[in-house]
């Protein structure tokens, strides 16, 4: 049995990521995907558009044969944390033989030589990145300098230093140099591949063709949510269909600004010291927020109050999100201390691949949780903790629903996984 991996948000599922599904498969030559899905709270520090149930179905009818969540503390985490949880989840299988990843670059060889440089840390390396930080630039954008500076001074890829620049900034390319960087430092026997993002940038505004980013996808449903018809060109028609179905049940799209006054109560109520335990609040931070919610109702507005060199759009968002969703630093180092995720929660499956189950089942390290109801007989103190914060998270993300369409949605215990 030959297995590919893949992490993944598809916030929504859109033909970019059928491409990746598609060709993962075809570059590994691999029998069954297994696919490593944020929840209801991403990476970007936001809510996703629709909830992970309907995305988990987009995965599943359009290739994917098991969808497994990554826990909130880690897929709302920096794209370190995100990507050393995810790759951690994806060895603890022990069914997974390849991992699959968008990148612009595209040259699996190139950005392993630049995730090893970030595993070993060279004393030069770690030279520049003191004298950028004392700059007073964000610790991703000193990184970024500092391993410019190596890789051009010490004529590592042989590239001009603005094209290594924007190798090293690039988003997709950012979580593959992560991506491996993680599997060097489990010594995993889960071999690499990297796919060049066809489309529209990661962050791209602009769809062309048939392909677009998610994020020009999202921009078009926060415009105009009742008339995306558009959207049916860039997305497989049975995803297409589920957001359509979706939207008209009202469960979504949902947006960060939807969670507005959620946030204003948590800003308004928690002291600074209550703050300061959420994860990712630190430098301050806190003291911009209070003064922000003095004045500011939207978390726009306090965001572009918040934002300066220091603190950039992404760590704020994420910021915010930790404190609305009381996430502590305390549990989020004891999880990292416990080897990150906790257990493998399955969203979904397809029936024909009962025989990647049965080698889940033989070969996973972790408990695996299928009925949230059952889980309490095989979970330790720690691993309860997790999943109770991540039914705690689902809940506030159906009260963000409730306040915004008045729609009824059914929280953990009750909802059913996914089975296609």
């Known amino acids: 049995m030959n297995t590919v991996g893949i992490v993944a ?23 069954y995907t297994v696919i490593i899905m944020s929840g209801n709270f991403v990476q970007r520090g936001e809510p996703s558009i629709v909830n992970k149930w309907t995305r988990t ?64 840390e060279p004393e030069y390396f770690k030279e520049k990145l003191s004298i950028y930080l004392k700059e007073g630039f964000s610790f991703a954008t000193a990184r970024s300098h500092a391993l410019t ?48 993002r066809v489309g529209a940038s990661y962050h791209g505004d602009n769809i062309s063709d048939n392909l677009s980013s998610a994020s020009a996808i999202r921009k078009i449903l926060k415009k105009s949510p009742s008339d995306f018809n558009t959207l049916a060109k860039y997305m497989p028609s049975s995803a297409y269909d589920l957001l359509e179905t979706s939207i008209e049940a009202g469960e979504g799209p949902i947006f960060f600004d939807d969670c507005s ?10 002291t600074k010291d209550q703050m300061e335990n959420c994860i990712d609040v630190s430098e301050g931070i806190q003291n911009r927020f209070k003064k922000a919610v003095i004045n500011y109702s939207t978390i726009s507005d306090i965001i572009g109050y918040t934002r300066t060199r220091r603190y950039p759009i992404s760590r704020i968002q994420r ?36 025989d990647l189950l049965k080698s889940l089942k033989t070969n996973c390290n972790l408990p695996i949780i299928s009925n949230v109801k059952d889980s309490i007989n095989v979970l330790n103190d720690t691993g309860l ?13 159906n009260i963000i629903i409730g306040d915004k369409y008045g729609t009824p949605c059914k929280n953990d215990y009750s909802h059913p996984i996914i089975i296609i």
Request: proline residues 3%; hydrophobic residues 40%; aromatic residues 10%.
């Open 385 to 397: 903790k997790m999943l109770k914060d991540e039914i705690k998270c689902s809940d506030i993300y």
């Open 319 to 354: 910021t915010l999100l930790h404190i609305l969703l009381s996430l502590h630093k305390e549990d989020f180092w004891n999880f990292v201390e416990n080897g990150f995720a906790q257990y493998v929660k399955i969203l979904g499956f397809r029936k024909d691949s009962s």
């Open 149 to 196: 500076d190596y890789l051009t001074d010490h004529h590592i890829l042989d590239l001009p230093k603005d094209e290594l620049t924007q190798i090293i900034k690039s988003p997709n390319n950012i979580l593959g140099i992560e991506y491996m960087k993680s599997l060097l430092k489990l010594n995993s026997k889960i071999k690499p591949y990297a796919v060049k």
């Open 261 to 270: 006054s959620l946030i204003n109560y948590k800003l308004k109520v928690s």
């Open 57 to 120: 179905r987009m995965a599943l009818l359009n290739g994917a044969d098991l969808v497994i969540e990554l826990p909130v503390h880690f897929s709302t985490s920096s794209a370190e944390f995100f990507s050393f949880a995810s790759v951690k989840l994806l060895n603890d299988l022990g069914i997974i033989d390849n991992l699959c990843f968008g990148s612009e670059l595209g040259n699996t060889y190139e950005l392993e030589e630049i995730a090893s440089i970030l595993c070993n």
């Open 9 to 31: 948000e598809y916030n929504p599922f859109h033909n970019g990521h059928l491409y990746q599904l598609e060709q993962a498969k075809k570059m590994t030559n691999s029998q």
